[in-house]
């Protein structure tokens, strides 16, 4: 069972969900989307299966949700919850890397106050609204100034896999690493007609993709001269 840390914040208390790994080389911090929580299945798939490779994770309740509101607040505020939380994984575990990242309005909170972390994953992120590719959000994932991991659904309606690459090149960015998720849609979840071999076969995928990020950015090949 978790671990439960509160974090103070200037819109009242968030909460951090802590998987400690037992001998950990790295932490992930995620956030959750505006939707939805921190039992979403990307969220909880990493919570259970990264300690045991040796990255301890944190998952971050907003205020917002804790308070027992049901619509999120504006980005100006989930970024003043987002900042303490991050700060208190620092103090937590000081002596690992973070990574921070999270899903859709998690992911963005997380570009918006990336601010010297390890590196980011961005599960889901939202490129634009549904059917609306002229309000694009690229520039907020453009302005990482790390390694940025994009675990995105093949039928994504806020911005496919494609969509994405074609916007970060378009804005000049080369950092990232894009994995699409065959079949899957924004939740990234598989439908309960999937078979038990395709749920594994996703599950491997995006544990797999964020575990190898991880270990890149931790252990960068040289670049040739």
């Known amino acids: 069972m978790s671990e439960i ?21 790295a932490a992930l911090v995620l956030g959750h989307g505006a939707g939805g929580g921190v039992g ?14 040796g ?24 970024d003043r919850g987002w900042r303490p939380a991050v700060a208190a994984i620092a103090s937590a575990w000081p002596d690992v890397p973070v990574f921070v990242g ?32 002229h309000k694009s959000r690229i520039a907020e994932l453009a302005a990482v100034s790390g390694p940025v991991l994009v675990v995105q659904g093949a039928a994504d309606p806020f911005g496919s896999p494609a969509d994405i690459a074609r916007a970060l090149a378009d ?3 080369s950092g990232e690493r894009i994995v699409p ?25 995006v544990v797999g993709a964020v575990l190898t ?5 931790l252990d960068p090949v040289p670049s040739a001269e």
């Open 5 to 25: 840390l509160r974090v103070d914040t200037p819109d009242g208390p968030g909460e951090l969900l802590l998987d400690p790994a037992t001998a950990p080389t």
């Open 40 to 53: 979403a299945w990307d969220l909880e798939l990493l919570a259970r299966e990264l300690p045991a490779s």
């Open 55 to 78: 990255v301890s994770v944190a998952r971050y309740r907003q205020p917002w949700l804790v308070a027992g509101r049901k619509v999120a607040g504006p980005p100006a505020s989930l």
């Open 102 to 133: 999270g899903r859709s309005a998690g992911a963005r909170a997380a570009c918006r106050c990336f601010d010297g972390a390890a590196g980011l994953v961005a599960l889901s992120f939202p490129l634009h609204p549904p059917g609306k590719p």
């Open 171 to 173: 804005a000049g960015y």
């Open 181 to 205: 998720v065959p079949g899957a849609t924004h939740s990234l979840a598989p439908v309960k007609s999937l078979p038990a071999p395709k749920v594994a076969e996703r599950e491997q995928l």
């Open 213 to 217: 990020f991880i270990a890149d950015a």
